[in-house]
């Protein structure tokens, strides 16, 4: 099992930036990953970043504004978010691949942060 705690979110103007921080702690995983949802869709990929080699993955609709990356020392991964826009509002998830393959779909994610809420206003 892995432990992730998130911090970072809140409520920012639009073109504003913020920073998303997932400490994980427990068993090793692949990849780690940021999910996002809004009430009325599912959850989302935004980004994700291999835990012991160089891939990152984005989204196109973050690509050139949100760079994901990670401190194996701190066994933590970020999101930066820069020109935020209100369409990036959502609760935004950190997860932990556990499970070999797409790196896209919620599938093979065993552990979850507790979501940590992103506003921007326009």
């Known amino acids: 099992q892995v432990q992730l705690v998130e911090s970072g979110g809140g409520l920012v103007q639009a073109g504003g930036s913020l920073r998303l921080s997932c400490a994980a702690s427990g068993r090793t995983f692949n990849a780690m990953a940021w999910f996002r949802q809004t009430p009325k869709k599912e959850r989302d990929f935004v980004a994700a970043i291999s835990w012991r080699g160089i891939g990152t993955w984005s989204a196109d609709s973050v690509k050139g504004r949100f760079t994901v990356s990670r401190d194996n020392a701190k066994n933590t991964a970020y999101l930066q978010m820069n020109s935020l826009k209100p369409e990036d509002t959502a609760v935004y998830y950190c997860?932990?691949?556990?499970?070999?393959?797409?790196?896209?779909?919620?599938?093979?994610?065993?552990?979850w942060g507790q979501g940590t809420q992103v506003t921007v206003s326009s």
């Open positions: 997860a932990a691949q556990t499970a070999t393959g797409s790196i896209y779909t919620t599938d093979l994610y065993g552990s």
